[in-house]
């Protein structure tokens, strides 16, 4: 039966963060093609899904679009009176905007009972698009696919574009484009090429499928406005590009402020985007000033067919600049011709900040000493009076763009004596502050700090040399707080979270899972393991005696206060002295003006900056999940875990002759030599001779088989594990290598160039996309830079035989298969999606992302974690079941052991 669903319109745009025009401005001529996309749109669910289900599931579960689809057919869902939901329809705005809820579904029964997780949903969206072709023919140049489009899709998971179906037919393998879930602003273009080539005579029609994912938090809780119907609401639009251009793209620029004339960074960056064709960037010259300003290309840059990357430029200058522009010039060569494109970028001259005046400046850096990236900081007061003090970091909430939104650099007021650094955390969500959001506000101290010192004018407000900070965040950003502080103990003096949650599944629980009810627990335990690492309250133990104050909204809607109540709670059971407390404002909401500008908490930091240490404790824990993305506590520093997946820790007691330290699935830790004075170390039980004292670390190894033993030597070298789980891999040091087997390879350069899109619009980290043969040359000259490798393909690949060739993985090729453990693994439409180190640099690694077909590839290369609580640990096989029970679906998933080995323990095959 079909049943009937009405729905809702809403014109008005609610907690929509940032509403933007065009990414790209593009002339529409009556020379061109035309598209059009219809406003009438095919509406299937609502289905229970929990947050980031989605890229397990098919994004176009409970259909396969291979076959032709039923529209009278009904589908069970356990929201709907009755158990089931059929098609219906919604319509669109002109302007693309649509808005799609259940108002069926007795909403408010099942969040009585089930809270924000019930409210969690997916659904599948379908409309059509039309491709006409031009008047006359000439208009067609020498692409021969058809016109370059390009996509938006906002606050949608996935969409495809599909032919159109008839009956005799069966369609494509969809190619799954990410859309801006977040809509985060200045989102890079997204060309995407049709997937067969339209008519040049007639009109062509094709499908146009979206993932309609509703989350708590994106949308909201309904309440907001006053209703219990969660509205999901998306735009997509698509538009023309001109074929075979390289553009410049405004929105990807980075810049910094000039202050008195002086640069208040050492790099700018150009955001240039191909519609078509492979490109390399031959020359940059700055125009205007020339004779003040130079800017030199950091390396030689190349842009893959529908590729945006930011042209990292190192700026210097002669003597101070007082113009509003730079004018800078760029050539361009492909295949076809070379272009050259001129382009302004606007500079903001300040005034040197005074004791009374300041305005928050705009300071730019390389991240990873590669990524143009920039950040706000907002100069103390007065000099420096003796020794520098600490600067304050602010972690921001999500979706807040901190150039753009004045809110985020006035709700910390201007210090007397420290510094305030606002990071962007790369994107206005980044990755909650977590791997290169992390990165990104460690990076952007350590830049003001260099930045300070470059100029002598300045050098009354430096900072010191690797700085202590006092954390402060709100929202996500108070989660932030949470988070660098536990994970970088050494590194802070201090912490002001405000209004954070504790984790994603506290936050909104993932109890409406589909896949929970197919999955073996001991399965699913492995998948979790990849939450642990943001587990804030598993961490705590690193802060039991680092003074915190929380603060939280006594009516906060959006996160409650109960978070920071346990947080609390969980700190004081570690310590039950820890100078922990809760400033609870009873009745008030999120957020508030005041939540950090007041007294309270200025006088928390007016003593925290002033130079009074805490004190400290001599029996303490450091609890670590991931190394790689851990600091030390006390000098003590986890550089790998025996086995990975498991929380490690080292519980220590400090007496007056010894120290006493007890491991828990700890491999090799480290102490700073000099934070023993002398005293005599006992590791879990066993007093341990020390090496003789060369001024270094001491290194402590570990071994728990084939017989215990525990090593001391000196650390001469680091050796912090670089594995644990996927998203690791986020955390590259320079542009990700993506691997492909040859650049006319459709369907691996069609994933490496979303990907590459996807690493971009969410984090703006750069990639660059290069093939086998290349990828092989610099394998054989051992010049593989210490970057971390995406290689996405099938083991036909030369890199891949000649990676497994000389390493003992436990994936491996036999007979031209992919086998673990003595099996075949990648047969049918089975991909796989594992992590190894990279072949030269130990501390960066590879993804490997392998098929044997296009469906296997497209399911792998969803798990790449490029969001927050996507569970893939260190490897994961995936097949066609998954497209319709998720996780419960895999044939396989686990970590491997201390040195990249197969880990029975952690494992789990079908
Ligand atoms: C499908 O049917 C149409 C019309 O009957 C026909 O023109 C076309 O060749 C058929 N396609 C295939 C793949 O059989
Ligand atoms: C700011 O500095 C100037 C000169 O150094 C001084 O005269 C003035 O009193 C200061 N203002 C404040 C508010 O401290
Ligand atoms: C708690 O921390 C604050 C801020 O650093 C400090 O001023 C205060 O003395 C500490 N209180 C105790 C009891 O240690
Ligand atoms: C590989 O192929 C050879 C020859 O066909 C066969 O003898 C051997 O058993 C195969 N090995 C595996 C692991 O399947
Ligand atoms: C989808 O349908 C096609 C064609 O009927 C079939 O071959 C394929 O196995 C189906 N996929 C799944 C995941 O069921």
Same mark, same amino acid.
């Given at each position: 039966?079909?049943?009937?669903?009405?729905?809702?319109?809403?014109?008005?745009?609610?907690?929509?963060?940032?509403?933007?025009?065009?990414?790209?401005?593009?002339?529409l001529?009556a020379?061109?093609?035309?598209?059009?996309?219809?406003?009438?749109?095919?509406?299937?669910?609502?289905?229970?899904?929990?947050?980031?289900?989605?890229h397990?599931?098919?994004?176009?579960?409970?259909?396969?679009?291979?076959?032709?689809?039923?529209?009278?057919?009904?589908?069970?869902s356990?929201?709907a009176?009755?158990?089931?939901?059929?098609?219906?329809?919604?319509?669109?705005?002109?302007?693309?905007?649509?808005?799609?809820?259940?108002?069926?579904v007795r909403?408010?029964?099942i969040?009585?009972?089930e809270?924000?997780?019930?409210?969690?949903?997916?659904?599948?969206?379908?409309?059509?698009?039309?491709?006409?072709?031009?008047?006359?023919?000439?208009?067609?140049?020498?692409?021969?696919?058809?016109?370059k489009?390009?996509?938006?899709?906002?606050?949608?998971?996935?969409?495809?574009?599909?032919?159109?179906?008839?009956?005799?037919?069966?369609?494509?393998?969809?190619?799954?484009?990410?859309?801006?879930?977040?809509?985060?602003?200045?989102?890079?273009?997204?060309?995407?090429?049709?997937?067969?080539?339209?008519?040049?005579?007639?009109?062509?029609?094709?499908?146009?499928?979206?993932?309609g994912?509703?989350e708590?938090?994106?949308f909201?809780?309904?309440?907001?406005?006053?209703?219990?119907?969660?509205?999901?609401?998306?735009?997509?639009?698509?538009?023309?590009?001109?074929?075979?251009?390289?553009?410049?793209?405004?929105s990807?620029?980075v810049?910094?402020?000039?202050?008195?004339?002086?640069?208040?960074?050492?790099?700018?960056?150009?955001?240039?985007?191909? =519609?078509?064709?492979?490109?390399?960037l031959?020359?940059?010259?700055?125009?205007?000033p020339a004779?003040?300003?130079?800017?030199?290309?950091?390396?030689?840059?190349?842009?893959?067919?529908?590729?945006?990357?930011?042209?990292?430029l190192?700026?210097?200058?002669? @003597?101070?600049?007082?113009?509003?522009?730079?004018?800078?010039?760029?050539?361009?060569?492909?295949?076809?011709?070379?272009?050259?494109?001129?382009?302004?970028?606007?500079?903001?001259q300040?005034?040197?900040?005074?004791?009374?005046?300041?305005?928050?400046?705009?300071a730019?850096?390389?991240?990873?000493?590669?990524?143009?990236?920039?950040?706000?900081?907002?100069?103390?007061?007065?000099?420096?009076?003796?020794?520098?003090?600490?600067?304050?970091?602010?972690?921001?909430?999500?979706?807040?763009?901190?150039?753009?939104?004045?809110?985020?650099?006035?709700?910390?007021?201007?210090?007397?004596?420290?510094?305030?650094?606002?990071?962007?955390g790369?994107?206005?969500?980044?990755?909650?502050?977590? *791997?290169?959001?992390?990165?990104?506000?460690?990076?952007?101290?350590?830049?003001?700090?260099?930045?300070?010192?470059?100029?002598?004018?300045?050098?009354a407000?430096?900072?010191?040399?690797?700085?202590?900070?006092?954390?402060?965040?709100?929202?996500n950003?108070?989660?932030?707080?949470?988070?660098?502080?536990?994970?970088?103990?050494?590194?802070?003096?201090?912490?002001?979270?405000?209004?954070?949650?504790?984790?994603?599944?506290a936050?909104?629980?993932?109890?409406?899972?589909?896949?929970?009810?197919?999955?073996?627990?001991?399965?699913?335990?492995?998948l979790?393991?990849?939450?642990?690492?943001?587990?804030?309250?598993?961490?705590?133990?690193?802060?039991?005696?680092?003074?915190?104050?929380?603060v939280?909204?006594?009516?906060d809607?959006?996160?409650?206060?109960?978070?920071?109540?346990?947080?609390?709670?969980?700190?004081?059971?570690?310590?039950?002295?820890?100078?922990?407390?809760?400033?609870?404002?009873? *009745?008030?909401?999120?957020?508030?003006?005041?939540?950090?500008?007041?007294?309270?908490?200025?006088?928390?930091?007016?003593?925290?900056?002033?130079?009074?240490?805490?004190?400290?404790?001599n029996?303490?824990?450091? =609890?670590?999940?991931?190394?790689?993305?851990?600091?030390?506590?006390h000098?003590?520093?986890?550089?790998?875990?025996?086995?990975?997946?498991?929380?490690a820790?080292?519980?220590?007691?400090e007496?007056?002759t010894s120290?006493?330290?007890?491991?828990?699935?700890?491999?090799?830790?480290?102490?700073?030599?000099?934070?023993?004075?002398?005293?005599?170390?006992?590791?879990?039980?066993m007093?341990?001779?020390?090496?003789?004292?060369?001024?270094?670390?001491? @290194?402590?190894?570990?071994?728990?088989?084939?017989?215990?033993?525990?090593?001391?030597?000196?650390?001469?070298?680091?050796?912090?594990?670089?594995s644990?789980?996927?998203?690791?891999?986020?955390?590259?040091?320079?542009?990700?290598?993506?691997?492909?087997?040859?650049a006319?390879?459709?369907?691996?350069?069609?994933?490496?160039?979303?990907l590459?899109?996807?690493?971009?619009?969410?984090?703006?980290?750069?990639?660059?996309?290069?093939?086998?043969?290349?990828?092989?040359?610099?394998?054989?000259?051992?010049t593989?830079?210490?970057?971390?490798?995406v290689?996405?393909?099938?083991?036909?690949?030369d890199?891949?035989?000649w990676?497994?060739?000389?390493?003992?993985?436990?994936?491996?090729?036999?007979?031209?298969?992919?086998?673990?453990?003595?099996?075949?693994?990648?047969q049918?439409?089975?991909?796989?999606?594992?992590?190894?180190?990279?072949?030269?640099?130990p501390n960066?690694?590879?993804?490997?992302?392998?098929?044997?077909?296009?469906? *296997?590839?497209?399911r792998?290369?969803?798990l790449?974690?490029?969001?927050?609580?996507?569970?893939?640990?260190?490897?994961?096989?995936?097949?066609?079941?998954?497209?319709s029970?998720?996780?419960?679906?895999?044939?396989?998933?686990?970590?491997w052991?201390?040195?990249?080995?197969?880990?029975?323990?952690?494992?789990?095959?079908?």
């Amino acid at each position: 039966m079909h049943r009937c669903l009405s729905f809702l319109l809403l014109s008005a745009v609610f907690l929509q963060l940032g509403a933007m025009g065009p990414a790209v401005q593009v002339p529409l001529t009556a020379g061109q093609w035309k598209t059009e996309i219809s406003r009438d749109w095919d509406v299937l669910g609502p289905f229970p899904i929990h947050a980031r289900e989605q890229h397990f599931l098919s994004p176009s579960f409970p259909i396969n679009l291979s076959e032709p689809i039923d529209y009278s057919q009904s589908w069970s869902s356990s929201l709907a009176d009755g158990g089931s939901v059929g098609w219906s329809t919604a319509r669109a705005t002109e302007e693309g905007h649509l808005a799609v809820s259940f108002p069926q579904v007795r909403w408010a029964t099942i969040r009585a009972t089930e809270g924000w997780a019930a409210l969690q949903h997916h659904s599948v969206l379908r409309t059509t698009l039309t491709v006409s072709p031009p008047q006359s023919a000439e208009t067609f140049g020498h692409d021969a696919e058809g016109p370059k489009l390009v996509a938006r899709l906002q606050q949608g998971s996935f969409f495809t574009i599909l032919p159109a179906l008839n009956s005799n037919e069966t369609r494509p393998t969809p190619e799954w484009h990410y859309g801006n879930i977040y809509a985060m602003g200045g989102d890079p273009p997204q060309t995407v090429t049709l997937p067969v080539s339209p008519s040049r005579t007639e009109a062509t029609v094709y499908d146009i499928f979206v993932s309609g994912d509703y989350e708590i938090r994106l949308f909201g809780d309904p309440s907001a406005y006053e209703s219990d119907v969660p509205v999901l609401s998306i735009d997509f639009s698509l538009e023309v590009h001109p074929p075979d251009e390289i553009i410049h793209v405004r929105s990807q620029d980075v810049s910094c402020d000039f202050v008195d004339g002086v640069p208040f960074g050492n790099t700018l960056g150009i955001g240039v985007h191909s =519609t078509s064709g492979w490109w390399i960037l031959e020359h940059v010259e700055a125009l205007s000033p020339a004779d003040i300003l130079k800017v030199s290309l950091l390396r030689n840059i190349r842009f893959a067919p529908a590729q945006t990357r930011t042209i990292p430029l190192r700026l210097t200058h002669t @003597r101070p600049f007082y113009g509003e522009k730079v004018q800078i010039a760029m050539k361009f060569s492909s295949e076809y011709h070379t272009m050259t494109i001129e382009v302004d970028l606007p500079i903001q001259q300040r005034p040197v900040w005074t004791n009374e005046t300041f305005q928050p400046l705009k300071a730019s850096y390389l991240y990873m000493d590669s990524m143009p990236t920039a950040f706000l900081a907002i100069p103390p007061k007065e000099t420096n009076v003796g020794e520098p003090r600490p600067p304050i970091l602010g972690l921001h909430g999500a979706g807040l763009d901190i150039f753009d939104q004045p809110l985020w650099a006035e709700s910390i007021p201007r210090q007397k004596t420290s510094w305030i650094i606002l990071p962007t955390g790369r994107t206005s969500w980044g990755l909650d502050w977590h *791997g290169p959001s992390t990165q990104d506000a460690w990076q952007s101290v350590d830049a003001l700090s260099s930045i300070l010192k470059e100029t002598a004018a300045w050098h009354a407000w430096k900072l010191q040399d690797n700085t202590r900070v006092v954390v402060v965040g709100h929202s996500n950003g108070g989660q932030g707080a949470w988070y660098v502080s536990s994970r970088y103990p050494d590194r802070v003096v201090a912490v002001v979270p405000a209004s954070g949650y504790i984790k994603s599944q506290a936050y909104v629980p993932l109890t409406q899972s589909r896949s929970a009810h197919f999955i073996d627990p001991a399965l699913r335990a492995i998948l979790e393991t990849s939450l642990t690492p943001d587990d804030n309250d598993l961490f705590l133990s690193n802060l039991a005696d680092t003074p915190v104050l929380a603060v939280h909204g006594g009516l906060d809607d959006n996160v409650p206060v109960w978070h920071s109540r346990e947080y609390i709670s969980v700190l004081k059971t570690w310590n039950p002295d820890a100078n922990a407390s809760l400033k609870e404002d009873p *009745g008030m909401p999120h957020w508030y003006p005041s939540v950090l500008a007041n007294e309270d908490v200025q006088a928390f930091l007016d003593r925290a900056i002033s130079a009074i240490p805490s004190p400290k404790l001599n029996s303490y824990a450091l =609890t670590v999940a991931i190394p790689a993305e851990s600091g030390s506590y006390h000098g003590w520093r986890i550089e790998s875990l025996l086995s990975p997946g498991r929380l490690a820790r080292l519980a220590v007691t400090e007496h007056e002759t010894s120290i006493e330290v007890r491991t828990t699935n700890v491999g090799i830790f480290t102490i700073d030599r000099h934070r023993l004075h002398a005293r005599r170390l006992v590791v879990d039980g066993m007093s341990l001779p020390l090496p003789a004292d060369k001024g270094g670390n001491v @290194r402590i190894a570990v071994n728990k088989s084939p017989q215990r033993s525990i090593v001391a030597s000196d650390s001469a070298r680091s050796s912090i594990q670089p594995s644990g789980r996927m998203s690791i891999a986020l955390s590259s040091r320079g542009p990700f290598l993506l691997v492909i087997p040859d650049a006319t390879s459709g369907r691996p350069l069609s994933v490496a160039t979303r990907l590459a899109h996807a690493l971009n619009l969410y984090h703006k980290l750069d990639a660059e996309i290069i093939t086998d043969d290349e990828m092989m040359d610099r394998a054989e000259r051992d010049t593989i830079d210490a970057v971390n490798l995406v290689v996405i393909g099938d083991v036909s690949m030369d890199f891949i035989k000649w990676y497994m060739g000389r390493r003992d993985t436990p994936f491996a090729i036999e007979n031209g298969s992919l086998r673990l453990q003595g099996r075949p693994f990648i047969q049918g439409s089975r991909g796989a999606i594992f992590l190894q180190p990279n072949p030269s640099h130990p501390n960066s690694n590879v993804v490997f992302l392998l098929a044997n077909d296009d469906e *296997g590839l497209e399911r792998a290369a969803r798990l790449f974690p490029i969001r927050t609580g996507v569970t893939v640990p260190d490897w994961l096989v995936i097949g066609t079941l998954a497209d319709s029970r998720g996780a419960a679906g895999l044939h396989g998933a686990g970590l491997w052991d201390q040195h990249w080995k197969w880990n029975e323990g952690m494992s789990w095959l079908d």
